[in-house]
């Protein structure tokens, strides 16, 4: 199963669609105990989502990969080697274990920085010491791969992917990263819920894109096929990508994204190919 199970929900009331807030330690449990026994072998959080590794930690993440991500350096930090060392042994505490499968950065621009050197070297230690198996990288766009790629080498390249946002693809980068070894993790394929809304649902501040929904929405009827079936379909046909990591916020919507991706979908997928920053990336969207 290339599926992956994001973990910001068992931390923090996450997505633009999401109806019923924080996950519960009970679901959680219930969560993971579904996703283990469809194949789902790897979980990703971050120290940055609220409780969500204290939450794993709790509930027990044995047979799990895991995959979480340092915030941003904090300025004035004295000793980066020092911070990067606590964070990661706090982190290991909250998760409840002795290594991870992957170590990301949240904020990798900071490794252009006059500490960046320092930064990189100390999550490669981490490495060598077995805390960390790979280290890497959690982008927003592939554009921070052209400053940071000839300088650095990553393991893990974690970055956006959808219908709407397919610049991983179109930049030349998901082919380029896969040629040199990396492990690719896509996120955000239902574009934080925007493309899970029902027509009618989708705020009005995404008016501008009216026409782009138009045809998404026309498609879905036309093809009878769910949305969500649709999106996963969509970045699980690119071999190159190792996986697709999905967020829910219940044991009801974790099942039926689970059948939704062994579902065989028409590959005819629409061109919803958008590159206007202030809808691909969510972090704008509160400027909308």
């Known amino acids: 199963m290339r599926l992956a199970l994001g973990t910001v929900q068992f931390g923090l009331p996450y997505g633009i669609a999401n109806q019923d807030g924080q996950v519960t330690r009970a679901a959680a449990k ?6 283990a026994q469809n194949g789902i072998d790897l979980l990703d959080t971050a120290i940055a989502y609220g409780e969500s590794e204290a939450c794993l930690g709790a509930v027990g993440v044995n047979g799990f990969k895991l995959v979480t991500k340092l915030p941003p ?3 004035g930090c004295g000793d980066v080697r020092q911070w990067v060392h606590e964070q990661t042994k706090a982190s290991l505490s909250r998760l409840g274990v002795e290594a991870v499968y992957g170590l990301l950065l949240h904020c990798p621009e900071q490794l ?14 981490l490495k060598e010491t077995g805390r960390v198996q790979k280290t890497g990288i959690s982008i927003y766009s592939p554009g921070e791969l052209d400053a940071l790629m000839p300088r650095f080498r990553f393991d893990l390249v974690q970055a956006p992917f959808n219908l ?14 896969k040629r040199e070894g990396v492990e690719i993790h896509t996120r955000s394929a239902y574009l934080q819920g925007l493309l899970l809304m029902a027509r009618p649902a989708i705020p009005a501040k995404f008016g501008p894109w009216a026409e ?21 379909a969509f970045p ?9 990591v999905i967020g829910a916020d219940s044991v009801e919507q974790l099942g039926q994204t689970i059948r939704a991706a062994q579902t065989a979908v028409p590959m005819g997928l ?8 202030n809808l691909i990336n969510p972090a704008k969207w509160t400027t909308l």
């Open 30 to 35: 219930a969560m993971l105990r579904l996703a």
């Open 270 to 277: 629409p061109d919803l190919h958008c590159k206007e920053e």
């Open 164 to 177: 709407v946002d397919r610049r991983l693809q179109t930049s030349g980068w998901l082919q380029r990263l």
């Open 73 to 75: 350096v904090p300025a």
């Open 112 to 125: 252009l920085g006059t500490e960046g050197n320092v930064l990189y070297q100390s999550m490669q230690e």
């Open 236 to 244: 699980l046909s690119f071999p190159e990508i190792d996986r697709v």
């Open 212 to 232: 782009l929904w138009d045809k998404w929405h026309e498609w879905l009827d036309r093809h009878d096929v769910l949305p969500v079936e649709a999106c996963l």
